[in-house]
């Protein structure tokens, strides 16, 4: 067994849990994940050769050079790890980017946890994107007040030549604004999505 085979999942990577996921589920080629789950090969080749590496899906060539998948005993176990694993974590929610991770997480919660767990990882995003939100416009306040006091020193000392902290610091704080935005609205959008969820339909048999 090589050192990648080994040290492989020990970070679990969310997105190659959803590929596991998905080829288990019959998504067995990359054409196949565009054209049913709308994901870019961009997006799942490369993720799905790494786990055919680490012996976690086998890959059969077919016409056209189209290569299908298939998760193995291996890839099963490992699946199973890393779900119940995820269980505790709300399925991987993104810090860096809770928004985006929440088709993935609400997947599979409602695959593999229930109704309950939908409905739960859906308070926890919501509630992680409110500390985020709040904090990116704290973030911005201090940006404001450090752009005000950097102007404020050129003017008063005649810093012809320290204009561009002043603009670098409009810049930061200008962004931190937009940030903040953007996480006011990703909140407000995950609220809306809520009684949507009553209305997903019951998952296949595991």
């Not at 109704?115 to 992680?128: G, L, P, W, Y």
Request: hydrophobic residues 40%.
């Amino acid at each position: 067994m090589t050192k990648m085979e080994e040290t492989y999942f020990e970070d679990p990577n969310p997105a190659h849990v959803l590929l596991l996921v998905l080829v288990k589920y019959g998504l067995a080629t990359p054409y196949d994940m565009l054209s049913q789950a709308g994901m870019g090969v961009g997006q799942t080749s490369p993720g799905l050769k790494r786990l055919e590496q680490a012996r976690l899906l086998t890959g059969t060539s077919h016409a056209r050079g189209s290569i299908r998948y298939a998760i193995t005993e291996k890839g099963e176990d490992e699946l199973r790890a890393q779900l119940e694993s995820g269980r505790m974590r709300y399925w991987w929610l993104e810090e860096s980017n809770v928004y985006r991770s929440i088709p993935r997480t609400l997947l599979l919660a409602w695959l593999y946890a229930g109704s309950q767990q939908v409905s739960d990882c859906m308070d926890a995003a919501v509630r992680e994107l409110q500390t985020l939100a709040r904090i990116k416009k704290q973030e911005a306040q201090q940006l404001r007040e450090a752009m005000l006091r950097s102007q404020a020193k050129c003017r008063r000392d005649g810093l012809a030549d320290q204009q561009g902290s002043v603009v670098a610091a409009v810049y930061q704080w200008l962004k931190a604004e937009s940030d903040a935005a953007l996480l006011a609205v990703q909140v407000e959008a995950m609220k809306t999505m809520e009684p949507l969820l009553a209305t997903l339909p019951t998952p296949p048999k595991q």
